[in-house]
């Protein structure tokens, strides 16, 4: 029996929008359906007061594979907004990520051969391989970067003692010894004029899309609505747990508006002291360089997850976790209809640049030669 659309795709965020638009623009038939009330996924804004408000944290696009770049310009005109987050550490304000300034700031040193010295003498009693991100760090930075600025911020962040977490999580970091702070060495870097929504809206144009669906509470009626369905909420949860839950970090954004033009001065600012519960202040309005009366701020707490309660936000990719989702993927494997995709689908880390990398490469995979 003929079925009513080609592909089924589930979840409206930029991996299922991608291959719904791809899809579409290649003649097949998409339902697109998304539990959230409002399409966008994570990359979710919404406008308040003239403010672009970042609802699930803050999203900085960056690439430097020319591509996607000009993928995604498509569908927003993006501004030149470099990240340039600052730590607070009890007052004491340092540059980010870790570079010459943060050097000076710390040690007084002004050449980066003064630096590596600090830095190999405080690291000298990691021996061999790093086994965790604390050694990792260390081995990074030394000791007193370590102890004020990665210690108490990532036991916040990953609500673990940094030496149960695996050393990659700390590689992801830039350790410069120039006096340059933007956060991301990639060629092209910049917010959407107008906020993410837009180009959300731009890709499922005149796709039929169906919020507020609850796709694994009536997973074989989908199903049998489409020859193929594309897949990405988390793995564990399209099999029901049955080899028990993934661990994700997530975290809760508390939005506060302030009836005054700038609250820190700054788009991101990250506290990295243990005893301040929150992990960072976003300032939304810095991402647009906009000149208001008011602003907007949130503050980003750290939550224990607990599958069906909190949103999974960030894999966990230690081994005991890899291990578990290893045994998810080989039943993955043998699903004929159904395509596993994103952050929660595929159990790894992608920044947006990576997601759309990886959503067009599947397409390309439906697609006859």
Not at 26 to 45: D, M, P, W
Not at 303 to 312: F, I
């Amino acid at each position: 029996m003929q079925k009513p659309y080609d592909f089924l795709i589930v979840g409206a965020g930029f991996f299922g929008s991608i291959c719904a638009r791809e899809l579409t623009n290649q003649g097949y038939s998409c339902l697109v359906i998304e539990k959230r009330n409002h399409i966008a996924g994570n990359c979710f804004t919404e406008k308040r007061d003239d403010i672009h408000l970042h609802v699930y944290g803050a999203h900085i696009f960056h690439t430097s594979n020319e591509k996607v770049w000009n993928w995604i310009n498509q569908y927003a005109k993006f501004n030149h907004y470099t990240n340039r987050p600052i730590a607070n550490y009890k007052g004491e304000l340092f540059a980010l990520p870790f570079n010459m300034w943060t050097f000076n700031q710390l040690w007084n040193v002004n050449t980066p051969a003064e630096a590596q010295k600090i830095i190999a003498e405080q690291g000298k009693d990691i021996v061999g391989e790093p086994q965790n991100l604390e050694e990792q760090a260390i081995r990074l930075v030394g000791k007193d970067i370590y102890e004020k600025l990665i210690k108490g911020y990532t036991a916040k962040q990953w609500m673990k003692d940094p030496k149960e977490l695996p050393k990659e999580i700390i590689k992801r970091l830039p350790v410069r010894y120039t006096f340059d702070t933007n956060y991301f060495n990639d060629r092209y870097q910049g917010i959407p004029e107008g906020g993410y929504t837009q180009i959300f809206e731009k890709l499922l144009e005149g796709i039929e899309v169906r919020l507020n669906v609850d796709y694994l509470a009536d997973k074989s009626t989908y199903n049998a609505m489409a020859n193929k369905v594309i897949y990405t909420g988390p793995i564990d949860s399209y099999f029901n747990y049955q080899f028990g839950e993934l661990e994700y970090k997530t975290t809760r954004f508390d939005h506060v508006k302030h009836d005054y033009p700038n609250h820190q001065g700054v788009a991101v600012m990250n506290y990295t002291e243990a005893e301040i519960p929150y992990t960072r202040i976003i300032e939304h309005k810095h991402f647009d360089f906009n000149e208001t009366p008011s602003t907007w701020i949130s503050y980003e707490y750290p939550e224990p997850y607990k599958a069906e309660v909190t949103e999974p936000y960030y894999p966990v990719n230690d081994q005991v976790n890899n291990e578990l989702f290893q045994q998810y993927r080989s039943l993955a494997d043998q699903e004929e209809q159904v395509f596993f995709g994103g952050r929660l689908g595929e159990y790894k880390y992608y920044d947006m640049h990576q997601i759309i990398d990886r959503a067009l490469t599947m397409v390309e995979t439906f697609i006859p030669a």
